[in-house]
Nanobody, 127 residues
Framework: VQLQAYGGGLVQAGGSLRLSCAAS????????MGWFRQAPGKEREFVAA????????YYADSVKGRFTISRDNAKNTLYLQMSSLKPEDTAVYCC?????????????????????WGQGTLVTVSS
C-alpha cells in the first residue's frame, strides 16, 4: 500500500486542522493505521492509532480529547481531526499502515510495528 498524507498548514493556537492520508490499492480495509509526528530536533512520536474497521482507536496522552482519528474504508482514506491546537503540536505528521486482516481489534502504538509509511505533512501552530 502507498500512503500520502496531506492537509497540513499554518494555524493559530486554539485552531483546528484536519489531516488526510490517501492510500492506494483495494485492501485498505485490511490495514491498521496510525499517525505519528516528529518535531524539529525530536524523536518521532506516536499520536493515534485505529484498527481495520475504525471501531477501535487509541491516542497519546498529549492529544487525547483534542485529536480524533477516523477512517473511511470506502474512500481509502485515513483522517486526523485536530482541535485546540497548541504550539507544541508543531511537527511533521506521517501516516503509517500495517496489514492485520479484516478481523480483530489490533492497533499499534510503536512505529516499529508499521510496514508502510507515507511522506509527512507539516503542521505549524503559531502562538
Amino acid at each position: 500500500v502507498q500512503l500520502q498524507a496531506y492537509g497540513g498548514g499554518l494555524v493559530q493556537a486554539g485552531g483546528s486542522l484536519r489531516l488526510s492520508c490517501a492510500a492506494s490499492g483495494r485492501s485498505f480495509g485490511t490495514y491498521a493505521m496510525g499517525w505519528f509526528r516528529q518535531a524539529p530536533g525530536k524523536e518521532r512520536e506516536f499520536v493515534a492509532a485505529i484498527n481495520w474497521s475504525g471501531g477501535i482507536t487509541y491516542y497519546a496522552d498529549s492529544v487525547k480529547g483534542r485529536f480524533t482519528i477516523s477512517r473511511d474504508n470506502a474512500k481509502n482514506t485515513l483522517y486526523l481531526q485536530m482541535s485546540s491546537l497548541k504550539p507544541e503540536d508543531t511537527a511533521v505528521y506521517c501516516c503509517a499502515a500495517v496489514k492485520t486482516g479484516s478481523t480483530g481489534t489490533y492497533y499499534y502504538t510503536s512505529s516499529a510495528a508499521y510496514d508502510y509509511w507515507g511522506q509527512g505533512t507539516l503542521v505549524t501552530v503559531s502562538s
